[in-house]
């Protein structure tokens, strides 16, 4: 056997490896997408806050506050749905399948940080913390997409460190919340899942 039969051999048998051990549906497209929704949410929110106070939050605005955790629900609700429809459609005609022991893997893995996020933002929130809720939110999904990145493309993982660094950095700078945000939902996002899928989809 020739040395470069060999090498598409290893390089072969390393892909299959890869295809079962990975979850590897996920679609650049929802990425995309999911950004779009966060530039559209913080639109909405910007919107909301300068009818309110001039864009200060306090403990007695709780229509306010009821009105931004929709919108930000909504974002969330349809970046999911998103995903899991785009991934299904790609694990369709790949032939793989979309629910199996790895991809439950890489939902357990990402829901901990995730849930312990959404919690502690919560609690932010009740406590009238509301200066540090964007960097909270944005260091907990960034810990996530790093859990994640052991069962999926591990470009996710550099997603992760982006969004936590973001974070980090919404919190030295309190008061510009919304446009880190921005940044970290939407932007690089976009830019995320445009890479994934010329590099992954095309």
Known sequence: MKEKDIHAEISSIRDLMERSAKFISLSGLSGIMAG????????????LLQQANGGIVTSNDTTLITELFVVAFAVLFLSIGTA?????????????????????????????????????????IFHGHYGIVASSTLIFYGLSLIAASHYTYSDVKGLGIMEILLGL?????????LIFWSVGFGLLHIIYGTVMHFKYDS
């Open 36 to 47: 779009i929704y966060a530039l559209i949410g913080a639109g909405l929110g910007y919107k």
């Open 169 to 177: 950095l919404a919190a030295l700078v309190p008061g510009y919340g």
């Open 84 to 124: 899991i429809w785009l991934s299904f459609k790609k694990s369709k005609k790949n032939g793989q399948p979309f629910w199996g022991s790895i991809s439950k893997r890489l939902v357990v893995n990402m829901a901990i940080p995730l849930v312990s996020g959404g919690l502690f933002t919560f609690i932010l």
